[in-house]
């Protein structure tokens, strides 16, 4: 690290200025990949290829949407306790609401899984977007079957001593014990979701980073094109909307 | 057809399941698969009402 001693002339642009002799910093080397690898207009454009303009493009969004949902009413859950969301009618109603907006982003998340799928949306040095996107929907059903596990009612009961034959089965029972609540409970509102929210997070960032998947192109339209990101086969050249 | 239609959501009592061989699925989840297969066609063929089009 290098110390500064003019710190008269300090201002905050100053400070992150790229001067010759910082160049070999960490600070400085991550920086410049990541502005290389995510230009900010890259990172948040304007505009997108003319066939984004399609209803199946919407569901990752829509996903994404009621990923936020479950997060938020999650949290206020986590806050005022399980009496609350069991007794009052506000807790119901947010409880309702964490359950209902897991249930449109398992629906709208396949959705989008089959558009993707059939789109072969790892083309294009894709494959990093595509299994990061799988990797997120199991370990986003972990986080719902815990989910259902930490309901403390009759259907968590059944759910748990229906799965732990099955969990002990694989021989992991002996670590995750799915009829313990305190363990259960701790998955669910910790471990899995930070895995799911990196996941994603990292999946939105490649496809900021890589570009939405084109649509494939009729046979006598092929052209192959360079690309910064490598070869691609596409349609011809569309217009920007 | 009112009462068999109530008596598919009624989440109060035993749900309704149905066996095909080796398969057995609920009617709820078979009804819920069946609805993603409907939005996913509509997704494809509905048009998209891009930005500007109400100016052409």
Known sequence: MTLRTDLDSDTSADVVADLPEDADQWTAKLRHAAVEALPPERLMPDRQPAYVASWIYVFGVLTLASLAVVIVTGTVLAVFGPTWWHVSSEGLFVNSLHLWSVEVFFFTMIVHLWGKFFMAAWRGRRRATWITGVVSFVVSVGAAFTGYLSQQNFDSQWISTQAKDGINSTGAGAIFNVTNFGQMLMWHIMLLPLVVVMLVGVHVLLVRRRGVVPPFAPPDRVVREEEPTGLRETAAPVEQR | ?56
């Open chain 2, 1 to 56: 057809m009112g009462a068999s239609f109530a008596s598919l959501i009624n989440m109060n009592g035993p749900g309704h399941y149905i066996h095909w061989g080796i398969i057995q699925i609920s009617v709820a989840n078979l009804v819920l698969i069946g609805v993603m297969v409907l939005v996913f066609i509509a997704a494809i063929l509905i048009p998209y009402r891009r930005h500007g089009d109400g100016d052409r």
